[in-house]
């Protein structure tokens, strides 16, 4: 990995990892009576770790001009096989986490093994740690083949991807000593979340930066998509995060915003960052994979465009949809439900092109797993989202809210929909990068599929049954006028669907493990492409356009 | 690189790019997707019409139908006492013993007593008030207060060793660990107060220790839990002679209850809840002992 490097990009390696070991120090000795110092020490040994690698690997000649002919894939490999050491890890405490709300007494009387920490613990690793290290790895490689251009240097892309492990990293070791915003989907505290802009700012930059040299007139619309995810999601995180740290060297901060202002801006970012970090990214990676592997043309280049728009649009302004019946004004939840109502039309007219590319590969679909898990995402998609805008409407909320019918959305979603299109992406993506003829076994694929497929369907039936008793239960009356259950009854009736949950977990779960053996043997053992396919190269003018280092 | 292409499988042509082999049909929207879309605008126009929709600087559209979530749950509220309103003025007005005797007012103490208790009580005293290792049973015959409603209702009002300043007090005194009595007296006592429990056996096998045993409980004893073990729901000290536990009736137990002593705490209950949700509570306990063993949820 080094060995790509040019020299200069090497001595800024050392410097930016000299910095990190700097400000970990600092951390550690003035935090050290707080759980601050712990990070320090963590961030201090990564950068330390960084410096011996890049030294190290320094004694290596400088690369020639002709690797600019090739695509920069390395980074790639190495995201992809963090998304999935992250889904293992993440979807493994997501289980526990089930398990752990049908036996309630599974927590070893300590504090980090609480229900309250290992949550955050599983969507922090699941969302980030799996899903943004599917999307960085991905877009790095949808960026440079659309655009038939290489990345601009060999640097920037390897401090995105670890500068963005090193953030999953600090926030999953925080949960367990407590350290927390207590804001869903961004419980990272004030440091981890500077350190994400830094890390961000850069990886809009790349983005920009390769997309500038593209050799193609037209910029494809899977990259729309991915810098609506980057722009957004930086947005998004900067103005939610605005906090004031109780002191330098301590971990805790308390937030700007207050009361319903406080609350409005974290669901303004909870619901947009499913809009662009669990929905625009993997529909980039969708309008990049699903066509590649079906060998079809986009069903509709105007579909895809209105589309792009109208979910970067109504997403916006449909956050309140998760504040209904609250202090939050009236008004302003009206509003939330009637966008979420119109944002219905724009995901349609996505899963449906997507369905509809298919058209005249649908004898492939029956026969190629990878393809299908792209498949059965889109019809997921559909789905969710249908769900997700009858849920906005505030009397079906009424009844769905604090339920596990949120639950079971949520992971329609999320296995059905951002899993499912990662898998089949990976496994399209996995034999290009390691320059195979194939995975090593697609049965292994198609056995994974069935695993995942089931493992979502009994999860998500198991929960829309579970929230549906628990919502019924909690609002029938006597005819008294009282309430005819009390909490513990609802809560003893959910008990046989917690188990079901955690089983149907557990086989998404060894389907995710089965994929990562697969992988594994993919890029040890599979037979090699005979011919390093000549189209899978960048567009460039070698002798007329030489590199400027760090450009 | 704008060439565009016929798709043989669908007769439509692309639009002309190509990206590493992705093309993409020249194809119009379909229609149904804007008549889609014109649905869901015309619906949420009609919507900002009739609800609290727009912002207009410092107030907003209230919307024809004048809703607004405030009220509505006020009205809602007003709906419900009023539909409570018969029940809940005759349980107020009659005292336990009319109540119990009346077997409509008793179906209502059921029903909401039955959530009062799940809500409230169950985590201690278990969802059928069985009790277990100090908590005790709410369904048996051995009561620490006593068993009459008015007293049950004032155990609820203000609970045991609680900060109330009515509360009841109670503490059984840690004879070893305050160095009251050693051990071997303990050892004979525990045996005594296992032997007004089940006579035959325990006198049986440890007769002489027992005989000891019946001299210690007179003189440190008695005082609270009676001459004959009997129990005195003033101080809230349990009956020993009968065969029901709070705390266990074996060896080992009886003699961790004697050294170390015992405080059990029951939060009051006064603040917590209106008089009338007590009162219901207290009849509910007294009915859910007459409650087939199945039938307790
Ligand atoms: C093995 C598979 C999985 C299992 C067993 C699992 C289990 C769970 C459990 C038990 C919860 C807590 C629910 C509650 O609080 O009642 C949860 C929450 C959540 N999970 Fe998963 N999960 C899995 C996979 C995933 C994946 C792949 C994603 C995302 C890509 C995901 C995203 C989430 C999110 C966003 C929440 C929070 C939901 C909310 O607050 O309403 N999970 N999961
Ligand atoms: C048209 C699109 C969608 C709409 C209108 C929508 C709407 C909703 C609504 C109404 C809720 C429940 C809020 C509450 O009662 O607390 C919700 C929750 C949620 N949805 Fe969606 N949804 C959509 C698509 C998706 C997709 C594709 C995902 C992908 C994974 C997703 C992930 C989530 C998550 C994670 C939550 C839980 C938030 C929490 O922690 O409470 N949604 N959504």
């Not at chain 1, 120090?25 to 040994?45: E, N, Q, W, Y």
């Not at chain 1, 990345?151 to 926030?171: K, R």
């Not at chain 1, 899993?419 to 995975?439: E, S």
């Not at chain 1, 609802?490 to 086989?507: D, K, N, T």
């Amino acid at each position: 990995m080094v060995a790509q490097l040019t020299q200069f990009e090497r001595r800024l390696a050392l410097i930016i990892a000299g910095l990190m070991a700097l400000c970990g120090l600092v951390l550690a000795a003035f935090g050290h009576r707080d759980p601050i110092g712990v990070h320090g020490l963590i961030i201090l040994a990564a950068a330390i770790g960084t410096m011996f690698v890049v030294i190290s690997g320094s004694f290596a000649d400088v690369p020639d001009d002709s690797h600019l002919g090739r695509y920069y894939d390395d980074p790639i490999k190495v995201g992809v096989v963090l998304a999935m050491g992250w889904a293992v890890f993440a979807m493994a405490v997501g289980d526990w986490v089930a398990w752990l709300l049908a036996y309630p007494e599974m927590t070893f009387d300590a504090a980090w093994s609480g229900f309250g920490r290992l949550r955050p613990m599983h969507t922090t690793g699941i969302i980030f740690g799996f899903g943004g290290n599917a999307l960085i790895a991905t877009s790095f490689h949808v960026m440079q083949r659309t655009s038939r251009a290489r990345m601009p240097d060999q640097l920037s892309p390897w401090f995105v991807l670890l500068g963005y492990n090193l953030f999953c990293i600090l926030a999953v070791t925080g949960y367990p000593m407590g350290i927390t915003q207590s804001k869903e989907y961004a419980e990272p505290e004030w440091y981890a979340d500077i350190w994400l802009v830094i890390v961000w700012v850069v990886y809009l930059a790349l983005y920009l930066r390769t997309l500038a040299r593209r050799q193609e007139p037209h910029i494809y619309v899977a990259n729309w998509y991915y810098l609506a995810f980057i722009l957004v999601v930086a947005v998004l995180h900067i103005v939610n995060n605005l906090a004031m740290p109780i002191a330098l060297a301590s971990a805790k901060s308390f937030p700007i915003f207050a009361g319903v202002q406080d609350a409005m801006t974290q669901w303004w970012y909870g619901h947009n960052a499913v809009a662009f970090f669990l929905t625009a990214g993997f529909l980039g990676m969708m309008y990049y994979y699903l066509p590649t592997r079906s060998g079809r043309p986009i069903f509709s280049y105007r579909l895809s465009i209105i589309s792009f728009w109208g979910i970067t649009f109504f997403y916006m302004w449909a956050g309140s949809h998760h504040l209904h019946y609250t202090a939050l004004p009236h008004w302003v939840q009206t509003l939330g439900m009637t966008f979420s109502a119109m944002l219905l039309v724009p995901s349609w007219a996505s899963a449906g092109n997507a369905l509809l590319t298919l058209n005249g590969a649908w004898h492939k679909v029956r026969d190629d797993a990878t393809l299908r898990f792209m498949m059965v995402a889109a019809v997921f998609y559909g789905l969710s989202t249908f769900e997700g805008s009858f849920m906005a409407i505030r009397p079906v909320n009424s009844l769905s809210h604090y339920t596990d019918w949120t639950v079971a959305h949520v992971h329609a979603g999320a296995l059905g929909w951002v899993a499912l299109i990662t898998f089949g992406a990976i496994y399209a993506l996995v034999p290009i990068l390691w320059k195979r003829q194939g995975m090593y076994s697609s049965a292994l694929v198609e056995v994974h599929f069935w695993l995942a497929l089931a493992g979502t369907l009994v999860y998500v039936f198991a929960m829309w049954n579970s929230g549906l008793v628990q919502g019924l239960m909690w609002r029938t009356y006597s005819a008294s006028g009282t309430l005819a259950y009390s909490f513990v009854e609802s809560l003893v009736a959910m008990h046989p669907y917690y188990i079901a949950r955690a089983v149907g977990g557990l086989l998404f779960l060894s389907g995710a493990v089965v994929g990562c053996i697969n992988i594994w043997m993919t890029a040890r053992h599979a037979p090699g492409t005979a011919q390093d396919a000549v189209r899978d190269r960048p567009l460039v003018i070698l002798a007329s356009r030489s590199l400027e280092p760090g450009e | 690189m704008a060439i565009r292409e016929r798709d043989p499988h669908t007769g439509h042509m692309t639009i002309g790019h190509e990206w590493n082999g992705i093309t993409e049909l020249n194809r119009p929207v379909p229609t149904p997707v804007w008549w889609f879309l014109g649905a869901a605008a015309l619906f949420s126009v009609v919507f900002w019409v009739l609800m609290p929709a727009w912002p207009l600087g410092d107030t907003y559209t209230r919307g024809l139908l004048g809703v607004d979530q405030r009220t509505t749950v006020v009205q809602k509220l007003a709906e419900a006492e009023q539909q409570q309103a018969g029940w809940r003025r005759r349980i107020a007005a009659a005292d336990f013993a009319e109540i119990e005797a009346d077997e409509a007012l008793m179906r209502v103490v059921r029903g909401a007593g039955s959530a009062l208790f799940g809500d409230n009580c169950s985590a201690c005293h278990g969802a059928a008030g069985r009790g277990g290792p100090g908590y005790p049973s709410l369904v048996d015959d051995a009561w620490l207060w006593g068993g009459a409603p008015e007293s049950i209702a004032e155990t609820l009002r203000v609970g045991v060793n609680a900060p109330h300043p009515d509360t009841r007090v109670s503490e059984m005194p840690a004879f070893g660990h305050d160095q009251i009595l050693d051990r071997e007296a303990i050892l004979q006592v525990a045996a005594y107060v296992r032997s007004l429990a089940e006579p035959v056996s325990a006198a049986a096998s440890h007769s002489q220790a027992v005989a000891a045993g019946k001299e210690i409980f007179a003189a440190n004893c008695a005082a609270c839990h009676g001459d004959n073990g009997q129990g005195n729901s003033d101080a809230g000290a349990p009956n020993l002679s009968d065969s029901f536990w709070l705390y266990g009736g074996d060896p080992q137990t009886v003699f961790r209850t004697i050294f170390y002593g015992r405080k059990g705490h029951m939060p009051a209950w006064e603040h917590r809840l209106a008089e009338l949700e007590r009162k219901i509570l207290a009849l509910y306990i007294r009915d859910l002992r007459s409650w087939p063993e199945g039938a307790r949820r």
